[in-house]
């Protein structure tokens, strides 16, 4: 079982490196260097599938290959890992608290969580990045927002505000584009005849009693 979800977690990171190298990817209208990737689709199936644990092994896999040949290496690579890592541990909560809901209970929670989470890490780390590392870049989200919204912003406390206002929307919609696909396929999944009584989806059964020091 060990052997099967490492090999799940690196097949899944594999094909979000596969997404990522593809042009399917698309721009977040008022700040377009944030986009839209559904590389993003097979680290949530992992999770959903195998549960958390499966779900960071295919994060920290797909960090290590975006640092190799992702764009705006470092930074770029560890802002999405900084984005993603929190989202899981949304779902691990979730598969904590609400397991005894229904696959259905546990994905709703796991979202709202993981939005919370991830929303207050990349705030941070957006603000580090902006502020600290890179003001040109708090510049060119601010004439982007002024172009989309029509009003003159300056990159100030004012315009730094609604970038990171406009990047927790971002975030918020990028954990539904994330989720919503993964929990469909997971779902027709488990409801195939060909897979019963050969694997249990995590979301259906995330928190096994043991029944012994053998038990699972």
Same mark, same amino acid.
């Given at each position: !079982?060990?052997? @099967?979800? &490492?090999?799940?977690?690196?097949?899944?990171?594999?094909?979000?490196?596969?997404?990522?190298?593809?042009?399917?990817?698309?721009?977040?209208?008022?700040?377009?260097?944030? @986009?839209?990737?559904?590389?993003e689709i097979p680290?949530?199936?992992?999770?959903? #599938? =195998?549960?958390?644990?499966?779900? !960071?092994?295919?994060?920290?896999?797909?960090y290590l290959a975006?640092?190799?040949?992702?764009? =705006?290496?470092?930074?770029?690579?560890?802002?999405?890992?900084? #984005?993603?890592?929190?989202?899981?541990?949304?779902?691990?909560? #979730?598969?904590?608290?609400?397991?005894?809901?229904?696959?259905?209970?546990?994905?709703?929670?796991? #979202?709202?969580?993981?939005?919370?989470?991830?929303?207050?890490?990349?705030?941070?780390?957006?603000?580090?990045?902006?502020?600290?590392?890179?003001?040109?870049?708090?510049?060119?989200?601010? !004439?982007?927002?002024?172009?989309?919204?029509?009003?003159?912003?300056?990159?100030?406390?004012?315009?730094?505000?609604?970038?990171?206002?406009?990047?927790? &929307?971002?975030n918020i919609l990028?954990?539904?584009?994330?989720?919503?696909?993964? =929990?469909?396929?997971?779902?027709?999944?488990?409801?195939?005849?060909?897979?019963?009584? !050969?694997?249990?989806?995590?979301?259906?059964?995330?928190?096994?009693? @043991?029944?012994?020091?053998?038990?699972?």
């Amino acid at each position: !079982m060990k052997t @099967r979800k &490492i090999t799940a977690g690196v097949i899944m990171a594999a094909l979000a490196l596969l997404l990522t190298v593809l042009p399917v990817s698309f721009p977040f209208p008022p700040i377009p260097y944030l @986009r839209f990737d559904p590389a993003e689709i097979p680290v949530f199936t992992a999770v959903l #599938a =195998f549960g958390p644990v499966v779900g !960071m092994l295919s994060t920290f896999v797909y960090y290590l290959a975006l640092l190799a040949v992702g764009e =705006f290496t470092p930074i770029g690579p560890t802002l999405k890992f900084l #984005a993603v890592a929190p989202s899981l541990l949304g779902f691990y909560f #979730a598969g904590k608290l609400v397991s005894s809901r229904g696959p259905t209970s546990v994905v709703v929670s796991g #979202a709202v969580l993981a939005t919370v989470l991830r929303v207050l890490v990349t705030t941070a780390a957006n603000y580090v990045v902006l502020v600290v590392m890179f003001p040109d870049f708090l510049s060119f989200a601010t !004439m982007a927002l002024s172009a989309f919204t029509g009003t003159k912003l300056s990159p100030d406390i004012q315009g730094l505000f609604l970038v990171l206002t406009f990047t927790a &929307i971002f975030n918020i919609l990028h954990i539904v584009f994330s989720t919503v696909p993964s =929990f469909l396929v997971i779902k027709a999944l488990n409801r195939s005849k060909a897979l019963q009584g !050969m694997w249990t989806p995590w979301i259906v059964n995330p928190s096994p009693k @043991r029944s012994g020091p053998g038990g699972t």
